[in-house]
């Protein structure tokens, strides 16, 4: 959310010294709301001139990074209340729980090996939180030690006491781990120790007022790698503190709040515990820590959040081409289908079914279905049988027969025209398909 040049050329000089490079003071503003000059080039903009175009230029809330390389998890910098206006730009990272009083080695092994597929794309839980549930501080650091020797994921490390958390910090720093958590106890010794790692620091408040004070003193001790927390555990009170933050930070740019937020379940049921996670991901947690560590626990989870952080206006999409399903040779049968995600892999799953290994053409539809499609002219004759060339069709089987999808019947005739091959109208749904295959191709 950029500012306008006129917005900028407030805070210039407006001497037309020209020693920017620019002609006047307001073409230089209007070069910097285009990003084609940065502010250091005026040589008298004032201090509080430059901390206030910075703060205006600044998101409504702040991009925090958590963990390193290909497992950095990036949460904040959101602009939106409601999904459907936009969308929601970083999915919630989802954190699990292994306490140091725990088999530490056995879960951190069991955490990395969660993964799941769903339509085809990879989901994962992205965050483990070690939680310093002894009080002794080198059985934390041992803890957090063994966590990382067993996992690269991104690590949020929790314990109010400073000491403990300056031992872990010891061995993973270098991991840039989420230091949870500053609280009004400790928030000066805790926010230096961040600091001096340059890590980023979860704020714990009392309450939602206590939290903007917090958050504040800690901006003033000049800190603002900030994840906060209201200190609620009860599931109404959190989603209405994170709702008031989301909201303060974006419709009123109330810079207390303009971080992203971390939630912790309370719920002790599996079940309870999943809803109640999948409370805050959807109401505005950045970053949600639970207990739950089995995998058919958590696919609820990952799978509503894949589905929150779609882009509303995009479908989701396979990529185009032929796709083998088993062990396929040149009498499989072939299927054409279009790329919507939804679609595809349930045609693939039916095919699957039918135990007849068989090719499916995917049809580049821009993501929607077969109807959608059809009556946007994307899936038609003459495309389908460009895509069966394209795809060297020929080569793959000897029998020069395909199977379009029951509902777009009408395209027999012209796909035939256009590809030389035999048509046959398959199911209208595709749970038919194990039947048809069965009658068709056994
Ligand atoms: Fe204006 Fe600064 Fe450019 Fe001079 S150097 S013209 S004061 S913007």
Redesign the pocket.
């Known amino acids: 959310m950029g500012l306008t040049g006129l917005e900028i050329y407030k805070h210039?000089?407006?001497?037309?010294?020209?020693?920017?490079g620019?002609p006047?003071?307001l073409a230089?503003a209007m070069a910097l709301a285009g990003g084609k000059a940065s502010l250091d080039?005026?040589?008298?903009?004032s201090e509080e001139a430059k901390e206030a175009l910075d703060s205006a230029a600044a998101p409504p809330i702040k991009l925090v990074k958590i963990g390193t390389g290909d497992n950095v998890v990036e949460i904040g910098d959101e602009t939106e209340l409601f999904r459907h206006d936009k969308k929601f730009f970083h999915p919630t990272g989802i954190a699990v729980q292994i306490k140091d009083t725990d088999d530490v080695a056995k879960e951190a092994e069991k955490f990395d090996q969660l993964e799941f597929e769903r339509v085809g794309l990879e989901l994962v839980t992205d965050m483990v939180a070690v939680i310093n549930d002894s009080g002794d501080g080198s059985k934390f650091k041992e803890a957090v030690e063994t966590v990382a020797s067993k996992t690269n994921k991104a690590m949020v490390l929790v314990s109010e006491d400073v000491d403990a958390m300056s031992q872990a910090l010891e061995a993973v720093a270098d991991r840039n781990p989420l230091v949870y958590a500053a609280t009004e106890d400790n928030y000066e010794k805790m926010t230096e120790l961040a600091k001096s790692k340059e890590c980023p620091l979860g704020v714990k408040g009392k309450d939602l007022n206590h939290l903007a004070e917090l958050s504040q003193k800690i901006t003033d001790l000049g800190y603002k790698e900030l994840v906060l927390d209201s200190g609620a555990r009860e599931t109404s009170q959190v989603i209405a503190d994170m709702t008031q933050m989301r909201r303060q930070a974006i419709k009123k740019k109330f810079r207390p709040f303009g971080f992203p937020t971390i939630a912790f379940t309370s719920k002790e049921s599996p079940q309870e515990e999943i809803l109640q996670a999948g409370a805050y991901v959807s109401k505005y947690a950045s970053i949600v820590s639970l207990k739950a560590s089995e995998k058919q626990q958590l696919l609820p989870l990952v799978s509503w959040r894949l589905n929150l952080f779609t882009d509303p206006q995009k479908p989701i999409q396979v990529e185009a081409g032929l796709y083998a399903v088993g062990e396929v040779n040149e009498n499989s049968p072939v299927y054409v289908t279009t790329n919507f995600s939804l679609t595809y892999f349930i045609v693939q799953g039916e095919v699957e079914n039918s135990r007849i290994p068989s090719y499916i053409l995917c049809i580049d539809t821009g993501g929607i279905s077969v109807l959608t499609a059809y009556a946007d002219n994307k899936f038609d004759g003459e495309i389908i049988a460009k895509k069966m060339k394209e795809n060297d069709l020929e080569s793959k089987v000897n029998h020069k027969k395909i199977v379009i999808p029951g509902g777009v019947a009408v395209l027999k005739g012209s796909l035939e025209d256009e590809s030389g091959w035999e048509v046959m109208v398959g199911p209208r749904e595709a749970a038919g398909i194990p039947k048809f295959a069965k009658e068709n191709f056994a």
């Open positions: 210039l000089p407006k001497t037309n010294c020209k020693e920017c620019s006047t003071c230089f080039q005026c040589p008298y903009v």
